[in-house]
């Protein structure tokens, strides 16, 4: 198995167990032959197992793959006839019942080859299948029911809705998400050269101090959106977001928005249809180095970061952080270090090293006092590539 050296202190303690030398292997993942490991053990001073060791550890037994693989049918039986009643009595899943009741049952679970849900992973299937139960329960009597709400009956946790899982339930549902169940709105707070119209305006962003809010759902379904920005200037933290909304010049030219932490797939929808150039200032960090790799997808565009330099990273204030936090950051900078933003590769190299975070907020008097320049900098830039935007219609 591969084992993670976060430390020095592991390195060493594993190294001696093992004997050899660890310390190179700090920030990666270690080979360990667990048949070695269980002579090294054996041999040892306590003369104990490797499956004696996991037991003083762990206080559990060390199961065979035999005992492990019948564990986990028995599991997947279970499930598996909880989702074959759940099935029962509902008309529409009638079909989808005799495919499952036809499946087998092993120690690694597959939907049906035929399943109306479209997917070929069980932890996607199997939620799907209980939303879908449900909810046609309730349309059958006539009940409309909310997206959270059902997440909640279904998955026992109201937060647990993914896109995958939208699809499946979806299809099972016969209909689109947003038609099967009512989502709250959610309000995208931005500011700049944006105006809402419907007959008259209904809202300026170019005159809100600092920010507005508007209905993601609601821009969408009433009225139009008039935007002649230069371009789009996502922030990832709402008091960094609000610091440059009340900068001088940036939003009379710039559309700046909130990221919302993580952008939702209505902010998504919201600026892939202003077909605008877009920048974006994140924490100088592994996952703000992922965030702007999921706005380029999801906008299906390039997208320029501000603000996040090497420079700047090495120079700046380090978040403390355990090792374990530090080992997960590691890892998901090593996996853009090559695939990543091109722009950004350089600093995700170097977070892969050390997996330190340098939050945005602490490099205010580094960043805002250049911010114009470098938005013009980059409107000259797309100027010279003929990319000079004209007013967006929503």
């Known amino acids: 198995m591969r084992i993670p050296i976060p430390d020095h202190r592991t390195a060493s303690e594993l190294g001696a167990i093992l004997g050899r030398r660890l310390t190179g292997h700090i920030g990666k993942n270690t080979q360990v032959d667990l048949g070695k490991l269980d002579q090294i053990l054996r041999a040892g001073p306590a003369q104990l197992s490797l499956p004696d060791v996991i037991v003083a550890l762990t206080g559990e037994q060390l199961l ?9 049918t028995a599991d997947n039986q279970q499930v598996w006839q909880e989702l074959l009643d759940l099935m029962d009595g509902v008309p529409q899943m009638a079909s989808e019942r005799a495919l499952l009741a036809k499946s087998p049952v092993g120690p690694v679970q597959h939907p049906p080859d035929d399943t109306a849900a479209s997917t070929t992973s069980w932890q996607v299937y199997e939620p799907a299948i209980r939303a879908a139960c449900i909810w046609w329960r309730a349309h059958n009597n006539g009940r409309r029911m909310a997206a959270r709400q059902l997440a909640g009956l279904a998955f026992r946790d109201t937060k647990k809705w993914t896109d995958q899982r939208r699809v499946a339930f979806a299809n099972l549902a016969q209909r689109r998400f947003d038609q099967a169940v009512d989502e709250a709105d959610i309000p995208i707070k931005l500011s700049g050269p944006l105006v809402w119209k419907f007959q008259d305006t209904i809202a300026h962003a170019a005159t809100a101090r600092p920010w507005i809010g508007l209905p993601a759902q609601g821009i969408r379904t009433l009225g139009y959106i008039e935007c002649d920005a230069k371009g789009i200037l996502v922030v990832e933290n709402m008091e960094a977001f609000e610091k440059v909304c009340l900068l001088d010049g940036i939003t009379e030219r710039w559309l700046c928005v909130w990221n919302q932490g993580n952008p ?13 150039m877009v920048a974006a200032w ?3 960090d592994a996952y703000g180095i992922r965030m702007i790799a999921n706005l380029e997808k999801g906008l299906g565009r390039s997208v320029t970061p501000v603000g996040m330099s090497l420079a700047l990273w090495r120079a700046g204030t380090k978040l403390l952080q355990t090792d374990q936090q530090l080992a997960w950051a590691r890892d ?6 090559t695939a990543g933003p091109v722009s950004l590769r350089e600093l995700a190299v170097a977070i892969a090293e050390t997996g330190d975070c340098c939050e945005q907020e602490t490099l205010y008097e580094q960043v805002l006092p250049t911010l114009d320049a470098t938005l013009r900098a980059f409107e000259q830039s797309a100027h010279g590539l003929g990319e000079s935007p004209a007013v967006a219609h929503v």
């Open 64 to 72: 065979q793959k035999q005992v492990q693989r019948a564990t986990r």
């Open 282 to 284: 994140c924490d100088l």
């Open 332 to 337: 998901v900078a090593a996996n853009f270090s």
């Open 264 to 276: 939702s797939r209505r902010l998504m929808r919201f600026l892939a249809d202003l077909n605008l």
